[in-house]
């Protein structure tokens, strides 16, 4: 099993619709949680980190279930711009390794 | 502030032949990752530093990969000789501790072996 899984999708839908992406992981030991945004050709950027409460930044809502190892992303009403790739990022915070693993994210397709 | 640079955007180079991809983190930060993107998989790790000393290697495929950090400050990969598998997209990140921090990733170099 990999590290940290990702539905690759596309996830294609209309602007103004509400999508969501899970991505498990399987390392259970103490970790912190992000979600980055990649456009086609640029590098990935930080979207948001995901806190052990949930957490939500605009449009965008964040949640972690420690019991089932996955965490989510919410998206309301979808903008053209929200079109991009989705990378979950899982990083140890103990044990000495603190290396971000990616999952291989979730394409995202929004149109008009 | 200057984010993550790295150089060269694009390399073109012929199977055998040597490159060397460099990397200016943002200034301050003692993590430095290297990350490797083939197409149509995920973003992988290739060896994390802090400040000039591999803190884990593990992830680089093979001997013919070599990574420095001269004085902590930037780093160089080199791959010598290039194979035609070692294109895809070489990503450097930065973070200012090795903990719960964001990664500040460059706009990668993109590779080609042919």
């Known amino acids: 099993r990999k590290e940290v899984e990702q539905d690759p999708g596309p996830f294609n839908v209309p602007e103004g619709a509400t999508v969501a992406f899970n991505c498990t992981y399987s390392n259970s030991a103490s970790q912190s949680f992000f979600w980055y945004r990649q456009d086609c050709r640029k590098e990935p950027k930080l979207l948001m980190s995901?806190?052990?409460s949930g957490n939500e930044d605009g449009r965008f809502t964040a949640q972690l279930n420690r019991a089932s190892q996955y965490i989510s992303l919410l998206i309301r009403d979808s903008k053209l711009s929200d079109s991009a790739t989705y990378l979950c990022?899982?990083?140890?915070?103990?044990?000495?390794?603190?290396?971000?693993?990616f999952g291989r994210g979730t394409s995202l397709i929004v149109h008009p | 502030e200057a984010g993550v640079t790295q150089f060269p955007s694009h390399s073109v180079i012929e199977k055998g032949q040597t490159v060397t991809l460099r990397c200016d983190p943002i200034?301050?930060?003692?993590?430095l990752y290297w990350y490797r993107r083939v197409m149509g998989k995920e973003i992988k790790f290739l060896l994390h530093f802090v400040k000039e000393s591999k803190q884990d290697e593990s992830g680089m495929p093979n001997n013919r990969f070599l990574a420095e950090r001269t004085g902590g400050t930037y780093s160089t990969l080199k791959v010598q000789p290039a194979e035609l598998e070692d294109s895809g997209v070489y990503f450097c990140?930065?973070?200012?501790?090795?903990?719960?921090?964001?990664?500040?990733f460059g706009q990668g170099t993109r590779l080609t072996v042919v």
């Open positions: 990022v899982v990083k140890p915070t103990s044990g000495g390794s603190y290396i971000p693993t």
């Open positions: 200034s301050g930060h003692d993590n």
């Open positions: 990140a930065s973070s200012l501790s090795a903990g719960n921090t964001e990664a500040f």
């Open positions: 995901v806190y052990s």
